[in-house]
Nanobody, 116 residues
């Protein structure tokens, strides 16, 4: 069992920045960030995986968001720059171990609100 705790959400003006953190209770193979806006389905944002820290990004955040991790702290970050009102959502981190086929572990979510 892996517990995840997100932090770092808040209210920011368009063009601003926020950094979200996801602290895990143990090592994971892959950690991803997802988001869900009101009335919309949850969507993938970014992930980091493997020993080499390979990364994937949704097209909507490429060039603006950067995912990284501190393996010693079992913590994954997403630096979000040039934020837009359409980035407003609840952001969730999710994790899986190498033996998992999907993301079975989820955090409680953190609200990000971008004002225009």
């Amino acid at each position: 069992q892996v517990k995840l705790v997100e932090s770092g959400g808040g209210l920011v003006q368009a063009g601003g920045s926020l950094r979200l953190s996801c602290a895990a209770s143990g090592r994971t193979f892959s950690t991803g960030w997802f988001r869900q806006a009101p009335g919309q389905e949850r969507e993938f944002v970014a992930s980091i995986y493997g020993n080499g820290g390979s990364t994937l990004y949704a097209d909507s955040v490429k060039g603006r968001f950067t995912i990284s991790r501190d393996s010693a702290k079992n913590t994954v970050y997403v630096q979000m720059n040039s934020l837009k009102p359409e980035d407003t959502a609840v952001y969730y981190c999710a994790a899986r171990r190498i033996t998992d086929s999907n993301y079975p572990y989820w955090g409680q979510g953190t609200q990000v609100t971008v004002s225009s």
